[in-house]
């Protein structure tokens, strides 16, 4: 049987008597499926199940894991954001680590070689900017191009209570933005891997391969599936809380929470609080008034050449208990910290820099944002009420798209 956009065990909807599974604590559902594979696994320190890591588990379950594939920040979790990682093995299991973030950004056919099924299983926060998402695209076009299974374990998406933000333009796709969704896209990765294979959105090798399997539900063919493993008592309405921390610059709820609407700052001159103790938290610069909160970015693991290195800033501190910071977002990008500080800079013309490149379509900010209005609407005075309604009508176009691919009870 060909198992295409397939997801494993249905759910019952949570009570607050049930705690939430991820799909890599459900073993015994997609252990049989493994026997006697050769498995690839794409995995970060937040593939977890329990307190263990998901290599070392399956390692101890007696499955015969070949590859480790390794995303942003690597296997382990130490690189810097950006930081180009080699090849290596790794040291606690011998297992031949292979970095796919850089030159490499997928699996190739000498990787397909060696292993019978790759197992994608990374903790996402729900933001486009975040680039496990890019990364997942990326592993899907190649896994399908070369007709090998490929098997999701699910996990609960924090920022998945709710839809917001700017739709992507296409023109400004990048790696920190890949597909025509909002910056809050409001999905776990399973539901979002089942959009972008289903709306076809991946190469078109990758797509063909897709609709092949799809009209060949009957085919004898059991070489090829795609497989979702859902998470259980999960719905879009649960605050989850991350057990371990999804990157080494998102150390605890109150960044998660944040970084929708405080990421923003890495497309202009200001810190958006790297090299600090709570990233995407503090925000601010040494021009700013010095009545505001003063910190100094340093050197840390994880941001060891951050914004504003070893500078005095001045800024604001938006942190707080996790009950204060979701108040603060209140299921939404929250725009008026960005304006705050853009109308308190001195140098309008420095607040949104210039690209080394010289290029306009190659501005940060415009990458994030997913187009070029967002800073032409601050820069213009637009009021945040304003800004958020110039989103509405792509934003219901992709709510539209969205519930198409839900594989839990939605927050509506």
């Known amino acids: ?15 607050q008597a049930q705690a939430i599974t991820p799909g890599a604590e459900r073993m015994s559902v997609y252990l049989p499926l493994l026997k006697g594979k050769r498995i ?49 093995t790794d040291k606690r299991t011998g297992i031949p680590v292979v970095s796919l973030y850089g030159p490499k950004s997928a699996p190739d056919s000498n990787d397909f070689k ?12 729900g933001t486009r900017f975040y680039t496990f998402i890019s990364s997942l695209q990326k592993c899907m076009e190649a896994a399908f191009a070369a007709g090998k299974p490929m098997m999701i374990l699910d996990r609960p998406n924090p920022n998945g209570f709710y839809v917001d933000g700017p739709v992507l333009e296409t023109k400004y796709r990048s790696f920190v933005g890949m597909q025509p969704v909002p910056v809050v896209y409001g999905m776990t990765i399973g539901e979002y891997a089942m959009m972008i294979a289903g709306e076809r959105w991946l190469t078109p090798a990758a797509n063909a391969r897709y609709d092949y399997y799809r009209h060949a539900e009957n085919s004898k063919d059991t070489s090829f599936h795609f497989l979702v493993v859902k998470c259980a008592n999960y719905d879009h309405k649960s605050r989850y809380k991350l057990p371990v921390k999804p990157s080494p610059n998102l150390p605890d709820m109150a960044s998660v929470w944040l970084y929708p609407s405080t990421c923003f700052f890495e497309g202009t001159i200001l810190s958006e609080g790297r090299g600090t103790e709570r990233p995407f938290q503090i925000f601010g610069h040494p021009d700013l008034p010095k009545t505001l909160k003063p910190f100094t970015p340093i050197s840390r693991p ?22 204060t910071v979701l108040k603060k977002v209140d299921g ?3 725009l008026h910290w ?25 501005m940060w900010l415009h990458k994030l944002a997913g187009n070029d ?40």
């Open 302 to 323: 994880g941001a060891k050449d951050p914004k504003l290195k070893d500078q005095l800033c001045y800024g604001w501190d938006i942190g707080g208990s996790d009950e």
């Open 332 to 334: 939404r990008i929250q």
């Open 114 to 125: 060696a292993i019978d099924i790759i197992i994608f299983d990374i903790q996402d926060v």
């Open 373 to 412: 209005v967002l800073m032409k609407q601050i820069r213009d005075g637009v009021s945040e009420d304003e800004i958020r309604m110039s989103w509405q009508p792509e934003l219901q176009a992709f709510k539209a798209i969205r519930k198409k691919y839900l594989l839990y009870a939605d927050f509506e």
């Open 338 to 362: 960005l304006i705050d500080a853009y109308k308190l800079f001195p140098d309008k013309n420095a607040f949104f820099p210039q690209p080394k490149s010289g290029k306009y379509e190659d």
């Open 1 to 15: 049987m060909v198992l295409l956009g397939f997801s494993l065990c249905l759910s019952p909807l949570r009570t």
């Open 40 to 88: 690839g696994i794409y995995a970060n320190p937040t593939s977890t199940v329990g307190g263990t890591h998901l290599v070392d588990t399956l390692l101890q379950s007696g499955v015969h894991v070949k590859l480790i594939f390794g995303p942003e920040h690597g296997f382990r979790g130490t690189a810097d954001a950006g930081e180009d990682l080699a090849t290596y």
